[in-house]
């Protein structure tokens, strides 16, 4: 059975870190990524991690957020340094078993999602 659980979201003010994790059961995904969802805006891609290690970042993040995995613990981080006001949103884990032909970035791109956790950051 396929599940997906972040933790690690929390509030802080600007200029600070958060780390968030997800953790994935199941067999092996093709590619993972973090997405994000503020009120009355639509879902958007953040990061996005291959099984070869290829990242993929939203404009808005680089250079301040970085995905990894540990293949070992089946987790995906999302290391968020510099937050800003705008990084506020519900903050979601997917994953997909297969390679797919439209951006890493794209929600339709995913066939499993988690619960999502909260990232609040204060000015």
């Known amino acids: 059975q396929v599940q997906l659980v972040e933790s690690g979201g929390g509030s802080v003010q600007a200029g600070g870190s958060l780390r968030l994790s997800c953790a994935a059961s199941?067999?092996?995904?093709?590619?993972m990524g973090w997405f994000r969802q503020a009120p009355g805006k639509e879902r958007e891609g953040v990061a996005a991690?291959?099984?070869?290690?290829?990242?993929t970042y939203a404009d808005s993040v680089k250079g301040r957020f970085t995905i990894s995995k540990d293949n070992a613990k089946n987790t995906l981080y999302l290391q968020m340094n510099s937050l800003k006001p705008e990084d506020t949103a519900m903050y979601y884990c997917?994953?997909?078993?297969?390679?797919?032909?439209?951006?890493?970035?794209?929600?339709?791109?995913?066939?499993?999602w988690g619960q999502g956790t909260q990232v609040t950051v204060s000015s």
């Open positions: 199941g067999y092996a995904y093709y590619c």
């Open positions: 991690i291959d099984s070869d290690g290829r990242t």
């Open positions: 997917a994953a997909d078993h297969l390679r797919r032909a439209v951006s890493d970035l794209e929600t339709g791109r995913y066939e499993y």
